[in-house]
C-alpha cells in the first residue's frame, strides 16, 4: 500500500463530514470523492457515506479497510456501546430461537464477524466445536482472551469462505455482519460451500420500508449500515440451495433513541 498523506487525508474527510452535516449534498458528494483520492482503499467509509446520501453506485459490500478501521478502534468498548448503549440483543435471540425450533446441539460452528464472541459466548454449551473469524485483529484479541473459541481467524469473511478447507460446519452464524455486505451472494454461497447437508444458517440483516427500497435489493441506510429488502434475502437464500426455517421480524439494536428494524433469519441448506 503506497503512503497516504494522514494530514490532507483528515483535512479532506473533516471538510466533508461539515458539508454533510450542514445539508450541501453536491459539495459533501464531491469532498467524498476528493478522500477517495488520497485513499482509495477507503479506511473511512467515503464510498458508504456517499451512498448513504443517495448519490453514486450502492457499493456491493462496505470497503474491507473501512471495517478493520471502524472495529479495531472501537474493540476495546465495542460490547459496552453494542450491549449497553444500543440494546444490541440478537445473540440471546438466536440462542432462544434455536432453543424453541429444538435445533442442535450442534458438533461444529462457523461464527463469521466474531467480533469479540458475544454470539459464540450465547452458544457456547450448545456446540462441541466453535471457530470464530473477524476482519478485525484488535477484536479476535479480545475473543481470544475469553477462551471461548478453539480455533480463531483474522480474515475478511467471503475471502474465508472461498479459501477455507476445514471440515464442513453444521451451524453458520452471521450477527450483525449483512449491515456491512450489500450483495448476498458470495455470503450465502460461501456459507453453503463450508457446511455439512442439513446445516443450520442463522444471520441477523436491517431493513427498511419497502417503499423507501423502491425496488432495490439494498440500499446504504442513513446511519451508513446497508439495509436489506427481505425479498432480497428469501430469494438469494433459495438460489444458493437454503430452506427457510424462520424469518422473524427483530429490533436490531437502538440508534438516536429509535429502534434498527431488521430480520432473525434461520435457514437449511437443502441435500
Known amino acids: 500500500m503506497s503512503k497516504i498523506d494522514e494530514e490532507a487525508l483528515a483535512e479532506a474527510y473533516n471538510r466533508a463530514l461539515a458539508l454533510e452535516k450542514a445539508g450541501e449534498i453536491d459539495a459533501a458528494v464531491a469532498a467524498y470523492q476528493q478522500v477517495l483520492d488520497i485513499d482509495p482503499d477507503d479506511h473511512g467509509g467515503a464510498a458508504v457515506r456517499i451512498a448513504a446520501m443517495g448519490r453514486g453506485e450502492t457499493p456491493p459490500k462496505a470497503p474491507d479497510a473501512y471495517v478493520e478501521t471502524l472495529f479495531d478502534q472501537h ?45 459464540g459466548g450465547t452458544l ?57 455486505l450489500g450483495a448476498l451472494e458470495p455470503l450465502f454461497f460461501g456459507a453453503a460451500e463450508n457446511m455439512v447437508e442439513g446445516g443450520i444458517f442463522v444471520f441477523s440483516s436491517e431493513t427498511l420500508p419497502d417503499e423507501v427500497f423502491a425496488g432495490r435489493s439494498y440500499m446504504v441506510g442513513p446511519h451508513q449500515r446497508f439495509a436489506h429488502a427481505e425479498t432480497y434475502v428469501r430469494e438469494r437464500l433459495a438460489a444458493t440451495g437454503f430452506e427457510l426455517i424462520e424469518i422473524s421480524e427483530i429490533n436490531v439494536r437502538m440508534q438516536d433513541g429509535n429502534p434498527t428494524p431488521g430480520h432473525l433469519v434461520i435457514a437449511r441448506l437443502k441435500g
Open 75 to 119: 474493540a476495546e468498548s465495542f460490547e459496552d456501546i453494542l450491549v449497553e448503549q444500543l440494546g444490541y440483543a440478537v445473540p440471546v435471540l438466536v440462542r432462544q430461537r434455536l432453543q424453541d425450533l429444538k435445533l442442535g446441539p450442534f458438533k461444529r460452528m462457523l461464527d463469521l464477524g466474531c467480533g469479540t464472541g458475544l454470539t
Open 124 to 180: 457456547r454449551d450448545m456446540v462441541d466445536d466453535i471457530t470464530g473469524i473477524d476482519i478485525s485483529e484488535n477484536m479476535v484479541e479480545i475473543a481470544h482472551e475469553k477462551d471461548l473459541y478453539e480455533t480463531l481467524y483474522v480474515a475478511e469473511v467471503e475471502d474465508f469462505l472461498e479459501d477455507n478447507d476445514d471440515e464442513a460446519f453444521d451451524l453458520v452464524t452471521a450477527t450483525d455482519v449483512l449491515p456491512y
